[in-house]
């Protein structure tokens, strides 16, 4: 291909279809045939990036190698594809209007008017040409948030029909995910709101190419006519997109019904492999086909919105193919588990083969954190904490190993006479808090012999963080002669990354992220570890006890 071509994908009729997992699955599928494949993600809020938003407002803030803080739909991306993103692939009205507005304050507009049309519209399509300008990609694909008829998307949309005249014929597509309803009273599929949603589309001058009709029921080839009809596209681009077991099946079908061929005609696209799906199929199959199974419990304090976890739980179902395993989660609250007795502590985590502690921000729920890991520690259930899971880790071991009682994290106990996790040396004091974080990848070297080191197979290893506060290297002796060592330390500030407790069967705190960098092809090692010890420990339960001796 002499140049890269443009993939911008849209959603109409409501929210929550599913854009980022058609996108994704779209870009797996055009991989698979040999082409080189980003997924860019266009979002409208006014926050400069997903970092100050509330998991309950948002889901899980991603972030990428380079230190971005991004939509979780940028994670769906990496998972997919297995290519890293980078701040390149995610876009917000805040970041645009931001810009702008630095430029005017610095006199770039020699004075002129500035307005939505041409310089808001103008730094969205610098912004959407950038990734293809770098040569690396045959095809961009872009995704646009929210719904079509939102006044907030109102300049993407625009773009996007600026962008396809200036690209020419062939060098881009739009593709408008819709919802086909099913009236259960009828027992009929509805296609006005497809309808409709195009109608809107065409208000702001795109005529998409393409129709991907999320329904619950088949599409018949009738139904598939009316829409082209009605919609002015060809029938082989009216797309079915069922509801689907799991979003890996999503691909698969994708695959089924055409859409990446379709793609390729639209964009004039003659040269290209068959696509190559048998890995994926493989990992399909593991998942589908446990020969065991276990129970985990994910502790955190965000579990009514479990997108909120999202890169974890997706982890969790690639190392779960990986030793072809069922893994059941089970979504706890941390404040749950504050006031329970010691029996009702014991009748809610006793029965899992591993617990985990998630990442988060803030002093609510803690205590219940701080429970579970002591339950976890005390009767040798496998652990694995993150990020915050960890911290909690060192703070209970403090508290009930060590003997430091008031023990804590100087974010939840400035006063505390021992500040095992605390405020990271050079970390800006200020009021602002976008942005402000140890962000990105960096690099961290292991022990061998370790825990970490058995997962990871090296000892030296690259992670993604997201945190303020640090392990505090006054007290590292003090936890080594105790039993918790530092297996996983960063060379540049000599600081700690990985906790273990040796005596534990499986015992593993990371201030890192490892869940970032989990994806099909490559589950995460620390998740693939942490889910064999659960079954390995399962299993040293399960064995029957050979008696001996003679009568």
């Known amino acids: 291909m002499s140049h890269t071509k443009y993939v911008f994908v849209t959603g109409g009729v409501a929210s929550s279809l599913g854009k980022g997992i058609i996108s994704a699955s779209l870009g797996k599928l055009l991989q698979a ?10 979002d409208p809020y006014i926050n400069i990036d997903p970092g100050t938003l509330n998991p309950y407002e948002h889901g899980e803030c991603y972030v990428t190698e380079d230190g971005a803080e991004t939509d979780l739909d940028l994670g769906h991306y990496e998972r997919f594809l297995n290519t890293n993103t980078s701040r390149a692939n995610s876009v917000t009205t805040g970041r645009i209007y931001q810009t702008v507005i630095d430029r005017e304050r610095k006199g770039d507009y020699l004075g ?8 808001i519209t103008d730094e969205i399509k610098q912004r959407i040409r950038q990734l293809g300008e770098t040569g690396n990609y045959d095809i961009v694909i872009t995704e646009i948030g929210g719904t079509v008829g939102d006044i907030e998307s109102l300049p993407y949309v625009e773009s996007v029909r600026q962008l396809k005249y200036e690209l020419g014929q062939h060098n881009s597509i739009v593709i408008h995910l819709t919802l086909i309803p099913y009236l259960k009273t009828s027992g009929e599929l509805k296609t006005k709101p497809t309808q409709n949603s195009v109608k809107m589309l065409l208000e702001s001058g795109v005529q998409p190419d393409i129709l991907a009709c999320r329904t619950e029921h088949s599409l018949n080839d009738e139904l598939k006519q009316k829409i082209a009809l009605f919609c002015n596209v060809t029938p082989e681009s009216v797309i079915e997109s069922i509801d689907a077991d799991t979003i890996y099946d999503v691909p698969l079908l994708m695959k089924k019904e055409q859409l990446d061929k379709v793609v390729l005609k639209k964009l004039n696209i003659e040269q290209y492999n068959d696509t190559d799906l048998t890995r994926w199929g493989e990992f399909l199959y593991k998942l589908r086909n446990p020969i065991s199974k276990i129970k985990i419990g994910l502790v955190g304090k965000y579990v009514e919105l479990k997108d909120a ?57 803690i205590e219940g954190k ?6 976890a520690r005390e009767h040798k259930i496998p ?5 915050l899971g960890m911290q909690c880790a060192v703070i209970e071991f403090a508290r009930h190993v060590i003997g430091w009682a008031d023990a804590n994290s100087t974010e939840f106990d400035p006063s505390s006479s021992y500040p095992v ?12 808090k976008g942005g402000t974080m140890r962000l990105g990848a960096y690099c961290c070297q292991i022990k061998a012999g370790s825990h970490a080191y058995q997962a990871y197979g090296k000892n030296e290893i690259s992670e993604r963080h997201r945190h303020r506060y640090e392990f505090n290297n006054e007290y590292l002796a003090d936890f080594k002669k ?31 992220h490892p869940e970032y960098k989990s994806t099909v092809m490559n589950p995460h090692p620390l998740f693939i570890g942490f889910i064999q010890a659960a079954l390995s420990v399962k299993k040293e339960k399960q064995a029957p006890v050979v008696n001996n001796s003679k009568e």
């Open 33 to 42: 045939r040999g082409l080189r494949v980003t997924i860019q993600k266009l």
């Open 112 to 119: 002129k008017t500035v307005q939505v049309i041409p310089h």
């Open 309 to 365: 976890y999202k890169s974890i739980a997706e982890a969790i179902i690639h190392a779960s193919a990986y030793h072809q395993c069922k893994v059941e989660v089970e979504w706890i609250h941390s404040e749950d588990l504050e006031n329970l007795s010691d029996e009702a502590l014991h009748q809610t985590l006793g029965g899992l083969n591993g617990i985990l502690v998630a990442p988060g921000f803030g002093a609510r729920g």
């Open 370 to 375: 701080i429970k579970a890991i002591q339950f």
């Open 383 to 387: 652990f694995l904490g993150i990020c």
């Open 421 to 432: 996790i605390g405020f990271m040396e050079g970390q800006s004091t200020g009021m602002h």
């Open 482 to 512: 105790h039993g918790m060592t530092a297996t996983g330390h960063n060379p540049e500030k000599s600081l700690v990354e990985i906790v273990e407790i040796p005596s534990h069967p499986w015992f593993v705190g990371v201030q890192f």
